[in-house]
């Protein structure tokens, strides 16, 4: 049988699972809500209204079409967290409550999350370019740290990656690294960018390795 989305060629997008990294998990099923026009359900939750028969026929009709939509939405939360994890969950009436009990019970803290982000700090501050690793190497290891630090709310923007890379580089990309602050707006590149002249170098590197 063919369905719908196989007919017009869409694919019907995998719904993440939480398999115990909450933080990448947050970010991806975040996005999968959003593509479904579900998340300000997470964000806002459903108005309370203390007697529904004081309202309008539109008014009824709309909060029960805003019902289901929430339940759509818990319906993908269900179908992302497994049976241990559910049962451990107070609150299940709305995708909110199911959300903000996630959250509460696997992001900790504000202690916690402070402490988290000092050292991760610390290890971005220290972080360098081994000697033998390549430059996709190297942009993981820094992006991933920066990424994780994002999640825990620090405002990390392109230029304060783009700058520590440079500082970080090892000695044979030294010319290289003074070529790019000289001939580009650090301020205005993208981290995108940067890996990408940098390859570029790395490549040419290694074709005067292999003539020579």
């Not at 939750?45 to 805003?66: F, S, W």
């Not at 580009?184 to 290694?206: A, G």
């Amino acid at each position: 049988m063919t369905t719908e989305g196989s007919r017009s060629g869409f694919v019907q997008p995998a719904i993440p699972k939480l398999d115990g990294h909450y933080d990448h998990w947050s970010l991806l099923m975040e996005n999968f809500l959003r593509s479904k026009e579900y998340w300000g359900l997470i964000e806002e939750g459903i108005p309370e209204v203390r007697d529904e028969t004081t309202l309008t026929d539109a008014q009824l009709k709309a909060r029960n079409e805003l019902k289901l939509k929430d339940l759509k939405a818990k319906n993908y939360l269900y179908q992302a967290i497994d049976r241990v994890v559910l049962e451990t969950i107070l609150k299940k009436d709305t995708s909110k409550g199911i959300w903000d009990s996630l959250k509460k019970k696997y992001q900790g803290n504000s202690r916690v999350k402070h402490t988290q982000l000092q050292a991760l700090r610390k290890e971005f501050e220290i972080l360098h370019m081994k000697a033998g690793e390549s430059v996709d190497e190297y942009f993981a290891r820094t992006l991933t740290i920066a990424n994780r630090m994002r999640i825990h709310e620090e405002k990390m923007e392109d230029v304060t990656i783009i700058e520590k890379i440079l500082r970080s580089m090892t000695t044979k990309f030294d010319y290289v690294v003074c070529s790019i602050e000289e001939s580009n707006d650090i301020d205005t590149m993208s981290v995108d960018e940067l890996q990408s002249s940098l390859l570029v170098h790395e490549q040419r590197m290694s074709n005067q390795v292999k003539e020579e």
